[in-house]
């Protein structure tokens, strides 16, 4: 059965208690989350959480993601976390993401490293482009299509444009299921998802409220 991807990236958000206060109404419907189907559920908290994380959704259909990776092995590189220490906790990792583009000046050179060290330690990449002419790593089977115009601003793509667009890159591409980003609720998500051509969908603002995330998903 084809997967559909719900990624919640929370992004540089929550504090300890946030985050637990956040858990606490997600895990209340442990039932509901139990019977998903084919949807793949994935949570890319902030470093300073995937321990907690992976002890409540350890052997649970829930998945994990960090949202980086070094692009260096492990060694002498101070502040990073690298691919071996996240898969202790983690099956994914966002990369590529427009934040990182622009704000610490990551790459196409810097983002195939990464690529390349999450699949040596068996992290599935999620790899963000911004459009259908976005280079995409060698390797990378998961990838998300958002438009920079859409994050965080309440103004989503049009589901017939990230259509288009997913069919593009598909077009161009083997083996990859393509994603849509930016601007998702539980309002529109099924817009997309009920594409053929959009594989899941990768959410930022909307999946802070965790009974909001849990809309989207059951929605999706
Ligand atoms: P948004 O962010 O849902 O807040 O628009 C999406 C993203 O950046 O992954």
């Given at each position: 059965m084809e997967k559909l991807y719900i990624v919640a990236n929370f992004k540089s958000n929550m504090t300890n208690n946030e985050a637990k206060n956040w858990l606490d109404v997600f895990i209340s419907h442990k039932q509901e989350l139990?019977?998903?189907?084919?949807k793949e559920v994935i949570l890319a908290p902030t470093f300073t959480f995937l321990l907690s994380f992976n002890s409540v959704f350890s052997g649970t259909n829930i998945k994990l993601s960090a949202q980086n990776l070094s692009?260096?092995?492990?060694?002498?590189?101070?502040g990073e976390v690298n691919g071996k220490q996240i898969k202790d906790f983690a099956d994914y990792v966002i990369i590529g993401h427009s934040e990182r583009r622009n704000?610490?000046?990551?790459?196409d050179e810097m983002l195939t490293k990464k690529v390349n060290l999450a699949l040596k330690y068996g992290l599935t990449p999620i790899f963000c482009v911004q459009g259908k002419d976005t280079n995409i790593p060698q390797g990378v089977n998961v990838v998300a299509y958002e438009p920079v115009f859409a994050i965080g601003t309440g103004t989503p793509d049009t589901p017939e444009n990230a259509d288009k667009v997913c069919e593009d890159i598909i077009a161009n591409h083997d083996n990859l299921s393509v994603l849509y980003g930016g601007s998702v609720t539980s309002d529109n998500v099924a817009n997309f998802t009920?594409?053929?051509?959009?594989?899941g969908v990768l959410v930022g603002g909307a999946s802070l409220d965790p009974m909001e995330f849990l809309n989207i998903i059951k929605n999706a």
């Open positions: 139990k019977n998903m189907g084919d692009p260096f092995d492990e060694g002498a590189f101070t704000n610490f000046g990551e790459t009920k594409s053929d051509k959009i594989k």
